[in-house]
């Protein structure tokens, strides 16, 4: 009973350090990106993200083993939340692709500091990059596949599905280069008026 | 008279020098091009580059004095290209703005290894990167123009002019992220379809 009940204290204790270490990386996150945009990913070292973050370097290396390790949890996290956004669409073909392309102009904008490292790939080592590239292809797909639904169902003219897509994830990406957060529009109305004028181009 | 002759082909050989010189400049901008896109703008250094134009690096600095011009001319070049199209554009707003989608498309895929570079304002000194940023919001603002004068006139939808300007230019830019030369579409289709697209969505 006693070692149940241990047991049991200890993995509570332990779900909270866990979302306490998650908190903790999502700040970093937020102080990296920070530094990612004002000096560039390639030129931005460890030593300026824990000053950034208010940590010492020692206390980073603690959370991340190195910048690869941020730019790869930046993008996993990205890439989880906007395949989500696809599985949970619901309705017509063009409800589905609003919704998803509103929710990707909120992951491009809320986390926008997050974005740049987002969109970089191609900084990522070639052993890292090959598991994003294939997360990143899969929404690719989910998308497409929104778009042909609605192609079939005569929802949609006729268009080609992948090129429509690209243009489309295109011109949501794009909003993470410039989107100022003192702007004259805010997160929401952007994901409103993109994804409105986006999906209007398939009718 | 014979002061005269001198002069005139003396004029016409520096013509021909300027040429022969402009033309050496454009096969150094794609070798360095290719060099960015394989190593990154911030790895790639001049003797690489140099190797890749098949030049020694002295005869290079003949041409560029370092990284930096060769990133100024090719976004100098490009955003030359775009604003032409803008001021030769003609007929209906739809017309005007396919027709400039279409050569944007173009100038991103036909010089695709330039593309890279013209996209990464960010990689140049502040005090070169200031004349490229007003070059690329006056081409911004021509097309914002167009799509202005289409709202004006009823033949397009309303809508937030500014904010589907910039939905446009992100689509018709990503396509140098996705583009392969060895792909299903060729460039002259995609600016077709794309442009096609884009438009409708004002309708």
Same mark, same amino acid.
């Given at each position: 009973?006693?070692?149940?009940?241990?047991?049991?204290?200890?993995?509570?204790?332990?779900?909270?350090?866990?979302?306490?270490?998650?908190?903790?990386?999502?700040?970093?996150?937020?102080?990296?990106?920070?530094?990612?945009?004002?000096?560039?990913?390639?030129?931005?070292?460890?030593?300026?993200?824990?000053?950034?973050?208010?940590?010492?370097?020692?206390?980073?290396?603690?959370?991340?083993?190195?910048?690869?390790?941020?730019?790869?949890?930046?993008?996993?996290? =990205?890439?989880?939340?906007?395949?989500?956004?696809?599985?949970?669409?619901?309705? =017509?073909?063009?409800?589905?692709?609003?919704?998803?392309?509103?929710?990707?102009?909120?992951?491009?904008?809320?986390?926008?500091?997050?974005? =740049?490292?987002?969109?970089?790939?191609?900084?990522?080592?070639?052993?890292?990059?090959?598991?994003?590239?294939?997360?990143?292809?899969?929404?690719?797909?989910?998308?497409?596949?929104?778009?042909?639904?609605?192609?079939?169902?005569?929802?949609?003219?006729?268009?080609?599905?992948?090129?429509?897509?690209?243009?489309?994830?295109?011109?949501?990406?794009? =909003?993470?280069?410039?989107?100022?957060?003192?702007?004259?529009?805010?997160?929401?109305?952007?994901?409103?008026?993109?994804?409105?004028?986006?999906?209007?181009?398939?009718?």
């Amino acid at each position: 009973m006693v070692q149940v009940l241990n047991v049991g204290s200890v993995r509570q204790s332990s779900a909270r350090v866990r979302e306490r270490n998650e908190a903790r990386r999502l700040d970093i996150l937020r102080a990296a990106a920070r530094v990612f945009r004002r000096r560039g990913i390639a030129a931005a070292g460890m030593r300026e993200i824990a000053e950034e973050a208010g940590l010492s370097p020692g206390n980073l290396y603690h959370y991340f083993s190195g910048k690869d390790e941020i730019l790869l949890f930046c993008q996993e996290n =990205t890439l989880q939340r906007m395949l989500a956004a696809v599985q949970s669409a619901q309705g =017509t073909a063009a409800d589905r692709l609003r919704s998803v392309l509103h929710a990707h102009v909120h992951c491009m904008l809320d986390e926008l500091e997050g974005a =740049t490292a987002h969109l970089d790939v191609e900084s990522l080592p070639a052993k890292l990059r090959a598991p994003m590239i294939v997360k990143r292809d899969a929404y690719e797909r989910g998308v497409r596949a929104i778009v042909a639904a609605g192609v079939k169902s005569r929802e949609f003219a006729r268009c080609d599905a992948a090129l429509v897509t690209r243009a489309m994830l295109g011109a949501v990406n794009w =909003t993470a280069r410039w989107y100022r957060p003192d702007g004259a529009l805010g997160a929401d109305e952007i994901a409103d008026a993109l994804s409105e004028y986006l999906v209007k181009g398939l009718a």
